[in-house]
């Protein structure tokens, strides 16, 4: 009960003991010892469970490798190995060990494993023809013992820099566990920071108005708004907040556990970075403040809950959605308690003020599309539809067709700063010529960014789902992609001493489906990792005298090219 406690001491400084509701989290427990720091390095951390990043919450523990690769990667604690994973992007490398405890821990972004398994992996690759594999492992094949070595650290995948990414799982669920919660010797005595104080007009969508931004300042060990008492303007608000957390000795801004809100002593409403499944992490979308963000703004984590996001890390008293109600224009006294994973407190304060003369009367206009239903917009040439849980407020649709851009209509369906969360279909409706349907992309566009989409033809509709409103256009695609071999490697070359056959692919539409290599009409292994260059490291399927390597790349329009290299070694 240690962190339940720790918090309560600081509502009693605040308000009387007999005014203090339950709070709305329960202790979690957790196995501590159990498993061992999983790096051969200082402990420290580049980043923490439940941090912020673009489209979903970091689901575990980033491990610094003292900003070098190939540090050993130890098993947390005696199991098997379950599951090994290759990808360009996400995890890179990835290793999943399942325990007797009924949890699986993962070590991703790694180099070469282990030499048993090394082998073994690369051999169902050929075996496969593939190289981006996930592969189960039965029990008995890959027994690991707690500390025993499993791999070298690497920077593969997703990764920015050498580190371990490093999760802990409940097996039968796949949800991810705050790793922080399980007695890591991680020294944590600093408390969070809270840098600043968002309020939301909410009689209106969260993603139709400009927050208030109120800077704070620590007054006696609490934090308050320097301009004093918040002014409402509307008879509902909510809140939203930016905190960092640190640990001792450390100035990574890392992601806070736990937030909660309390109105005149009662707790109302909270979030907690306990347990995120893969299958939630996109929600973040609907914690923060996604259109403030998406606009170059700070992130600001919503201590309300949107009315698209009912379940995940937030909890709510009975009755509430951590939306407050105004009735009168007496002060309410608002307390919000930011945590960390060791119970040091943070604790921001004011008193809330209706001020109803200054109530906003703004009307937005555009067809109105509300979360938890059903949403059709349709016009002559374009048509979507949301299904239920797409988007987490309700906002007004805006719609425009611009001047045709190299012969096609550009369609402007809203504005990205407003996210979905899932997949929806973009139906544009054109006239082709026959050769041309097979052809088509979707390119949809905003601001900086550009994607494309194979767009599928049914009776004069192309349609290609996105996950992302922006500016959509058909564009045919009839050119293939682009290889150029990289090192010097050419048709007839005499090859000594490289130590890597490499290949540069680029294509007009950015995405390639498929990258085959054949040496001597047999399947070669490239590795094409973060998607840039695909490359092989000579291994016993090369051997000295003469080779014919074949190469062709196909695009997602089905544009093929073919490549053909004598050389000798």
């Given at each position: ?42 402990v ?16 575990g523990?980033?491990?610094k ?30 290793i999943?060990?399942n325990h007797?405890?009924g ?22 690759q ?23 070595f ?50 939301y ?50 100035g ?15 707790s ?77 407190v ?13 109530d ?77 349907t ?33 500016q ?8 293939p ?15 000594v ?5 490499a ?23 490239f ?19 003469e ?9 997602l ?13």
């Amino acid at each position: 009960m240690k962190k339940r406690l720790f918090t309560l001491a600081y509502l009693i400084s605040f308000f009387p003991a007999d005014d203090i509701k339950a709070q709305l989290f329960s202790e979690t427990i957790y196995p501590q010892g159990y498993f061992q720091w999983p790096v051969g390095a200082k402990v420290a951390l580049a980043a923490n469970f439940g941090e912020l990043r673009p489209n979903h919450f970091h689901m575990g523990l980033d491990c610094k490798t003292d900003q070098k690769e190939n540090v050993p990667v130890y098993a947390a604690a005696e199991g098997y190995i379950a599951k090994v994973k290759i990808e360009p992007f996400g995890f890179g490398r990835a290793i999943y060990i399942n325990h007797p405890n009924g949890l699986t821990t993962l070590y991703a972004h790694l180099n070469r494993f282990y030499p048993e398994l090394e082998k073994y992996i690369t051999e169902q690759q050929y075996l496969r023809e593939k190289w981006n594999v996930m592969i189960d492992l039965p029990p008995q094949r890959f027994p690991v013992s707690k500390g025993q070595f499993i791999s070298a650290s690497g920077n593969t995948g997703g990764s920015q820099g050498p580190h371990l990414h490093f999760e802990i799982r409940d097996t039968k669920s796949d949800k991810v566990l705050n790793p922080m919660l399980f007695g890591f010797d991680i020294e944590d005595d600093v408390a969070p920071e809270i840098l600043r104080l968002a309020v939301y007009d909410r009689t209106r969508s969260t993603y139709e108005q400009p927050p208030q931004l109120l800077s704070l300042k620590k007054v006696n060990g609490v934090y308050r708004p320097v301009s004093g008492d918040v002014i409402a303007l509307s008879n509902r608000v909510s809140f939203a907040i930016t905190a960092y957390d640190r640990y001792t000795g450390s100035g990574n801004q890392n992601g806070i556990y736990q937030a909660e809100l309390y109105h005149n002593g009662t707790s109302i409403a909270g979030f907690r970075m306990d347990s995120i499944s893969y299958d939630e992490t996109r929600y973040l979308n609907a914690h923060i403040d996604y259109k403030t963000r998406a606009n170059g703004g700070p992130y600001l984590q919503h201590l309300s809950v949107l009315p698209g996001y009912r379940d995940g890390i937030y909890r709510t008293a009975v009755g509430q959605d951590g939306v407050i109600s105004l009735s009168d224009e007496n002060p309410h006294q608002i307390s919000i308690l930011v945590t960390d994973a060791n119970g040091n407190v943070s604790t921001l304060q004011f008193q809330l003020k209706r001020n109803a003369a200054m109530d906003s009367k703004r009307k937005d206009t555009g067809q109105l599309l509300v979360p938890s239903q059903l949403n059709v917009f349709e016009a002559k040439t374009v048509r979507f539809y949301l299904p239920e849980g797409s988007i987490y407020d309700s906002f007004h649709f805006q719609f425009s067709e611009t001047a045709p851009l190299q012969g096609k209509a550009v369609y402007q369906l809203h504005r990205a700063d407003v996210p979905l969360q899932q997949y929806i279909k973009i139906q544009i409706r054109d006239f082709f010529s026959t050769e041309d349907t097979g052809r088509m992309m979707m390119k949809r566009t905003w601001k900086s960014k550009t994607d494309f989409k194979k767009a599928e033809f049914n009776q004069y509709w192309y349609c290609a789902a996105f996950r992302e409103f922006g500016q959509f256009q058909l564009v045919a695609d009839s050119l293939p992609p682009v290889v150029t071999a990289l090192g010097g490697f050419r048709n007839g070359i005499k090859w000594v001493g490289a130590k890597k056959i490499a290949f540069m692919v680029t294509d007009n539409t950015e995405e390639i489906k498929e990258f085959t290599a054949r040496l001597d009409g047999k399947w070669l292994c490239f590795s094409n990792d973060k998607g840039k260059v695909f490359q092989y490291q000579p291994d016993e399927h090369l051997t000295a005298g003469e080779h014919e390597l074949f190469i062709q790349v196909t695009d997602l329009s089905g544009n093929r090219t073919e490549k053909t290299y004598q050389f000798t070694r």
